[in-house]
C-alpha cells in the first residue's frame, strides 16, 4: 500500500511539472510569435500571440515589456485623445510597470524600457518627437521614472547615457544637465565622441 501511495505522488509530481514546463515551453514560443508578427508588421496577431505569452506564464517581466512595446506600435491605428487611445495608453502604462515590479533590479528590463517610456511620452507617435508633441500626463510619470533610475544607480555610466538620450529628446534640460555632469564625472571623454550628449 504504501508503495503504490509512494508511486502515486511520485506520478503526480510528475505530472505536475511536465505542465509547468510545457506552459513554459508556449509561453516562450508565442513570445517569439508576437515578435516576429511585429516585425513583419501585422499588429492583430502579435497582440494575440503575446497575450497567449502572458497568459501561459506571467511572471516573466520580458513578455509584460513585448506586450507595452507592440501596443506602443499599435497606437498609430488610434486617433489621438480618443477613448480608444487614451485607454491603449494607460494598459501600455500597466505592461511596464508590471515588468517593473516582477523583477526590480534585473538591469537589462530596466533599461530596455527607457525608450519605451519614452515613446510613450510622444502625444503622435505619427509625428517626429518635439517639444509640441510631448502627452504631458506622460511626461511627469517618464521623468519620475528616469529619476529613480539614477537614484538607483548612481555609478551606471550605461543607464546614464540611455536617460540623457531621451531627457534632451523631451527638453528636460534641468534633468540632463545633472546626467551629463555624473556622466562627465564617469568618464569625461565621452562627450566629445557620444552625439546624443552634445
Do not use: C
Amino acid at each position: 500500500m504504501k508503495k503504490a501511495i509512494l508511486i502515486f505522488i511520485i506520478f503526480f509530481i510528475y505530472v505536475y511539472l511536465n505542465n509547468i514546463y510545457i506552459k513554459l515551453f508556449i509561453a516562450d514560443s508565442y513570445f517569439i510569435l508576437a515578435k516576429n508578427s511585429t516585425s513583419s508588421g501585422d499588429y492583430v496577431k502579435s497582440i494575440k500571440y503575446i497575450n497567449t505569452a502572458i497568459q501561459n506564464n506571467p511572471q516573466e517581466p520580458t513578455y509584460h515589456r513585448e506586450s507595452a512595446k507592440i501596443r506602443l506600435t499599435g497606437l498609430q491605428n488610434f486617433e489621438v485623445e480618443s477613448k480608444n487611445y487614451i485607454g491603449y495608453k494607460k494598459k501600455i502604462l500597466k505592461e511596464l510597470v508590471k515588468a517593473r515590479e516582477l523583477n526590480r533590479y534585473n538591469l537589462a528590463t530596466i533599461r530596455n524600457s527607457i525608450p519605451l517610456y519614452y515613446f510613450l511620452t510622444i502625444k503622435d507617435l505619427n509625428r517626429s518627437g518635439s517639444k509640441d508633441n510631448i502627452d504631458e500626463q506622460y511626461l511627469q510619470i517618464t521623468k519620475e521614472f528616469f529619476s529613480g533610475l539614477k537614484n538607483l544607480y548612481p555609478n551606471d555610466l550605461g543607464l546614464f547615457v540611455d536617460v540623457a538620450k531621451y531627457e534632451k529628446k523631451l527638453g528636460l534640460t534641468e534633468d540632463f544637465n545633472y546626467s551629463l555632469s555624473v556622466i562627465i564625472k564617469l568618464r569625461p571623454d565621452i562627450v566629445t565622441w557620444n552625439e546624443n550628449l552634445r
